[in-house]
T-cell receptor
Framework: GAVVSQHPSWVICKSGTSVKIECRSLDFQATTMFWYRQFPKQSLMLMATSNEGSKATYEQGVEKDKFLINHASLTLSTLTVTSAHPEDSSFYIC????????????FGPGTRLTVL | DAKTTQPTSMDCAEGRAANLPCNHSTISGNEYVYWYRQIHSQGPQYIIHGLKNNETNEMASLIITEDRKSSTLILPHATLRDTAVYYCIVLRTNFGNEKLTFGTGTRLTIIP
């Protein structure tokens, strides 16, 4: 079946640094990518939606200048957490969706970000 | 999209059928019921979805009431690996590119 990968699976960084998380759809064209974050013992919260070649649409309360999303190809989207702080520590999950009519939508395995 | 209500947690004995309820009393006629689950520290996994008819696949069965105001996900023979948080979500389309909004879900624990 379809697979969505994320890299890295976990990352630890110092406060103030930037971290890039990649999300790849491995065997289908992902016209839409969704980025979620999940704090411990909480549900997934949608951060933003991006369509290939377009600017991302951010959910209310999510800073677009802090969480930079790039969706330059049909198989790759990146989320960059700029100037990360401890409160950005979270589990970041992408979801890739295609439009072939087969209801393709798959979540990545997630990236655990810890900011010291 | 219609909101859903699920119990916070449930236990089920290993080997027994796990029945997870979901209320979606404000569902519209053209909205689908989707189920996902999330095993600890992993991304969510699609389980099944339906519109009006009951559905079955290799993972589970979905029973939707005639008035569509509630549904039940059935895991026929639960195993320890089915321990996860299960989310019931109502969507307007069955295309993959619609936003998914997750509620708090049901934390299912399979007891040995």
């Amino acid at each position: 079946g379809a697979v969505v990968s994320q890299h890295p699976s976990w990352v630890i960084c110092k406060s103030g640094t930037s971290v890039k998380i990649e999300c790849r759809s491995l065997d289908f064209q992902a016209t839409t990518m969704f980025w979620y974050r999940q704090f411990p013992k909480q549900s997934l919260m949608l951060m933003a939606t991006s369509n290939e070649g377009s600017k991302a649409t951010y959910e209310q309360g999510v800073e677009k200048d802090k969480f930079l999303i790039n969706h330059a190809s049909l198989t790759l989207s990146t989320l960059t957490v700029t100037s990360a702080h401890p409160e950005d520590s979270s589990f970041y999950i992408c979801r890739a969706a295609g439009t072939s009519g087969r209801n393709e939508q798959f979540f990545g395995p997630g990236t655990r970000l810890t900011v010291l | 999209d219609a909101k859903t209500t699920q119990p916070t947690s449930m236990d089920c004995a290993e080997g027994r059928a796990a029945n997870l309820p979901c209320n979606h009393s404000t569902i519209s006629g053209n909205e689908y019921v989707y189920w996902y689950r999330q095993i600890h520290s992993q991304g969510p996994q699609y389980i099944i979805h339906g519109l009006k008819n009951n559905e079955t696949n290799e993972m589970a069965s979905l029973i939707i009431t005639e008035d569509r105001k509630s549904s039940t996900l059935i895991l026929p023979h639960a195993t320890l690996r089915d321990t996860a948080v299960y989310y019931c979500i109502v969507l307007r389309t069955n295309f993959g590119n619609e936003k998914l909004t997750f509620g708090t879900g049901t934390r299912l624990t399979i007891i040995p």
